[in-house]
């Protein structure tokens, strides 16, 4: 059974002018949605955003980027934006807004959800309660 990721994406949409949250796995599957997007078009999308961060990366050097970390990709609409973000090991935290969001409250929050999430996808050490005898 999957972890219920579900409270990652609440958080990110509690930005005015947030509309969707998606996470993605980096071969492009969905992971989570949240409740405003429909699977369908949640898998969809999912698929693109791995190609997106994919075409991130191997622009990197176009910014002078020689071994450094790709972090964010913002795609402006007419209607909107997308915020794409890594979240982890394999993993991708996009976002759609409205137009007139505040930008950096929202790169934020998202940062702040996928260092919650990181926090909660990893296990402390099981600690033994078996005494040897």
Do not use: C, K
């Not at 990366?57 to 176009?62: D, K, S, T």
């Not at 910014?63 to 997308?82: C, F, K, M, N, P």
């Amino acid at each position: 059974m999957s972890p219920d990721l579900s409270w990652v994406l609440n958080d990110v949409l509690q930005v005015r002018g947030a509309r969707h949250a998606i996470l993605v796995s980096a071969d492009g599957l969905l992971l989570e949605r949240s409740s405003e997007i429909g699977r369908d078009e949640a898998e969809t999308n999912a698929a693109a955003m791995s190609s997106m961060q994919s075409l991130s990366r191997a622009v990197a050097p176009f910014v002078g980027s020689t071994g450094g970390a790709w972090r964010q990709t913002l795609l402006e609409y007419d209607h909107g934006w997308i915020f794409l973000i890594a979240a982890g090991s394999g993993a991708y935290l996009a976002a759609s807004t409205a137009p007139d969001v505040d930008m950096e409250a929202m790169s934020f929050r998202m940062q702040q959800q996928v260092g919650a999430l990181g926090r909660a996808m990893t296990a402390a050490p099981r600690q033994s309660t078996h005494s040897g005898s």
